[in-house]
Every structure is written in C-alpha cells, then in structure tokens.
C-alpha cells in the first residue's frame, strides 16, 4: 500500500468534506418550468387538450421568473369538466410550490394560474 504526501494528498477531498462545499449547484430555469409543467399534469383535476393542427395532446405550460428564494411560476392548464375549478387550482398550486422545494430547495412564492380550457371527460364513441 502507497501512501500519498506532499501537495496532491493535501488536495484530494476527504470523504468527511461537505458536498455542499464541493462546487456550485445552478437548476435551469428550463428544469423548473419542466418540474411545474409535469406536476401541474400530473393533478387530478388537469386534463390535456388536443392541438388542433397536430392532433396530439398539450398539457400545461409554465413561466418561471423571479430568484431562488421567491419564484413566481405562471402557468397555463386545462382543467376537467365538470371538477370544482377553484380546489383543483388551490390542489395545483400545492402540489408545484411543494414538488420544486421538495426537488430543488427553492422557495416558491406564488403560482398564478390560468385556466384556459374546460374539457370534458373522454366519452365513449357512440355506436348507431
């Protein structure tokens, strides 16, 4: 076994070091838009609605401003119909502000919603 001495042993981290004392950690705005989109999506009340052009399914869509310990998230939804508007939006603002604390140790200080979109559950096809 060969010990090390001199200017590189002084260098190597210690396995006690502080991860937080390693480097700089910076999240992407772009993460967090995807962490509020994708739990935003992920609420009962939210529903996806079809593109008119494409046909594929949107879900919601987030802007995020503002620093680290006070972000300010602007999201765009479909909600289901018919489910009460106002507790699936105060269930989605929960959900965002603890999801990105949860994932990234930022603040959340508010989340402004709007409901672009009732759509309506998904029916059966009719047979005539």
Request: glycine residues 8%; hydrophobic residues 35%; proline residues 8%.
């Amino acid at each position: 076994m060969t010990a090390t001495t001199g200017p590189a042993a002084a260098e190597e981290p210690s396995r006690d070091d502080d991860p937080a004392e390693r480097g700089r950690l910076h999240i992407s705005r772009a993460v967090l838009r995807k962490i509020a989109e994708h739990t935003a999506d992920q609420d009962p009340g939210s529903a996806r609605r079809r593109h008119r052009l494409g046909g594929g399914r949107q879900g919601a869509a987030a802007q995020v401003s503002g620093p680290d310990d006070a972000l300010r998230i602007r999201l765009d939804v479909a909600l289901r119909y018919p489910s009460p508007v106002r507790e699936s939006v105060a269930s989605m603002r929960e959900r965002i502000g603890s999801e990105l604390e949860r994932l990234t140790e930022f603040r959340v200080r508010t989340v402004d919603v709007t409901v672009s979109a009732l759509v309506p559950a998904d029916v059966p096809p009719r047979v005539e």
